[in-house]
């Protein structure tokens, strides 16, 4: 069956979607992207889905003009989501080389009342650095003569009123590699460059849509498969090529829905792009216990088809569903898949519930010539993300990895979770952590349990809900941890620092208590997931 379904992915069909997509720019909360998102809807009402428009408050940025002007010269630039806007007459003040913005080359610099000179494409880690350092703006050189489009906020989702002030405090602009190499030079050669700063970035609460089409009874679990509307500019691959894979998987697998074993629930999310993932981190937030009792899986997609994307096997999986990957990726595209972790990125925003996740960017670019970050592009967050930019056949092939995946996470007898596997990589971790004696001899017993076990979707469920958020997660099940790079199983990180401080210390002493709570969350998730087996 998977293999006859697919075959009959059609490159044609979706080519005419996206080209029909591709007339809108999709920012999150405006008239152009709920005609776009209309459009959609029309396609899955055709297809048999059970469809819905929910509208909700969310915290969105637009960036508008932006320039810097050094020493009397105006600068192609851009400004960003998030980023807050410069003052009349623009933001003037001395400039400091940063490097990359990590905390060591802030901790060697007076940042206070400066603009920070910084490489790299604009991040929410260096905005939160130089808000925190006092820095008054930000000044960034692109990687190449392209400025791409970035949301600065560290905030998961809209801000709340214990996140709200990590949001950046500064002015942010970008400038081509070119341009911000002559600066850079002024500074080498000790003089002082007179910098202007001019940004516009609208920001404040919209009104945002999701799109849920459904087909599967009330009551009974799902397979929920996700990825976002909202666009910069046209964003024909990001994510008008995902929006048209997630058509056409649920096109050709509703016609087989006599052969699910549970049922596939499809969102389109605004808000990803403009607002940190906040139509995702919503949905969460107000379904949360409908999540919890139902969603098996969360499949997410992003980038299809990509022009030169000859690299696969690096879309990231959890440790539970590498194998379904392992098997899905050579199957339709003829490479191996690496195992990769998922990173702390796209609309992941379901690990504090409990819910493993695969997929995200399915492929990329080769290392080396006119790359960039996440491999996706020249073009990735700048106008000319165009139909030109996809190759159709690989938005065949990408897709047919998806239809293979969700095939199987519907129609499998049980759902393909291996737990076993999780629980190994777990054990990796803990080995060489300090103090970990009882966690891992539940975790022993634990998986020898699991091994012999034949859990049903049930059991395999709420062993889910007991250790996704350890592998994902700080281990608060109702929030949503920052936007910014995470340690593989973050809830260890308290025993990772206590086991990097000098014995005996004061600090250590301090550390003791947050890894004496970690220990104590990990043993609590070990014995709820020894009671999922039953």
């Given amino acids: ?176 590699q070119a341009d911000g190499e002559a600066v850079k030079a002024k500074l080498e050669a000790g003089a002082a460059p007179h910098v202007v700063l001019h940004a516009e970035v609208h920001t404040g609460w919209r009104r945002t849509p999701i799109l849920e089409a459904e087909i599967g009874e009330p009551d009974a679990p799902f397979i929920l498969f996700s990825g976002h509307h909202d666009t910069w500019y046209f964003g024909v691959m990001d994510n008008g090529a995902a929006n048209v894979t997630m058509l056409e998987v649920a096109r050709l697998l509703a016609a087989r829905r006599g052969e699910w074993k549970r049922g596939l629930r499809l969102c389109f999310w605004s808000g990803h792009s403009h607002g940190r993932y906040s139509g995702s981190a919503w949905y969460a937030d107000h379904h949360w216990a409908e999540l919890d009792a139902r969603c098996a899986v969360h499949v997410n997609v992003d980038s299809t088809g990509g022009k030169g994307f000859s690299v696969l096997g690096e879309a990231g999986t959890a440790s539970e569903l590498a194998a379904l990957a392992a098997e899905a990726v050579p199957a339709q595209t003829g490479q191996a898949h690496k195992g990769k972790r998922i990173g702390r990125a796209g609309d992941e925003s379901f690990w504090g519930i409990g819910v493993p996740a695969m997929y995200m960017a399915m492929s990329q670019q080769p290392a080396g010539g006119a790359k960039m970050r996440h491999s996706l592009g020249w073009w990735w967050h700048t106008p000319d993300d165009l139909l030109d930019k996809i190759d159709p056949d690989n938005l065949v092939r990408d897709t047919r990895v998806y239809v293979h995946t969700i095939a199987r ?45 034949t859990p049903d979707d049930a059991a395999l469920m709420r062993l889910s809900r007991a250790l996704v958020p350890l592998d994902y997660t700080t281990g608060d099940r109702f929030s949503h941890d920052p936007a910014l790079p995470q340690s593989p199983w973050p809830v260890l990180d308290p025993l990772r620092r206590l086991a990097a401080a000098e014995a005996g210390s004061d600090a250590a002493k301090l550390l003791a208590v947050a890894a004496q709570r970690a220990r104590n969350r990990v043993l609590h998730a070990l014995g709820e997931a020894g009671r999922a087996i039953g």
């Fill in 409 to 453: 996470l519907l129609t499998d007898a049980v759902l393909p979770l291996d737990y076993a596997a999780h629980l190994a990589q777990l054990r990796a971790q803990l080995v060489p952590l300090p103090g970990t004696e009882a966690a891992l001899a539940a975790l022993d017993a634990l998986l020898a349990r699991v091994e012999a076990a």
């Fill in 1 to 176: 069956m998977i293999d006859q379904l697919c075959a009959q992915v059609d490159g044609a069909r979706m080519m005419g979607w996206l080209t029909e997509l591709a007339r809108w720019v999709k920012l999150s909360g405006t008239p152009e992207e709920a005609e776009s998102l209309a459009y959609v809807k029309a396609q899955l009402d055709g297809f048999g889905y059970r469809t819905r428009v929910l509208e909700h408050d969310a915290y969105i940025s637009l960036p508008g003009a932006a320039s810097a002007v050094v020493d009397g010269v105006a600068l192609k630039s851009i400004t960003h989501s998030m980023a807050v806007s410069s003052p009349p007459g623009g933001l003037s003040a001395p400039l400091v080389y940063v490097g990359e913005g990590s905390e060591a080359e802030f901790a060697a610099i007076d940042a206070r009342g400066k603009i920070v000179l910084a490489e790299g494409i604009a991040s929410p880690a260096v905005a939160l650095r130089a808000s925190r350092a006092g820095a008054l703006g930000q000044l960034h050189i692109s990687p190449h003569e392209h400025l791409h489009e970035m949301c600065l906020s560290p905030v998961w989702g809209s801000p709340a009123p214990e996140t709200q002030s990590m949001l950046p405090s500064t002015v942010v602009v970008t400038i081509s």
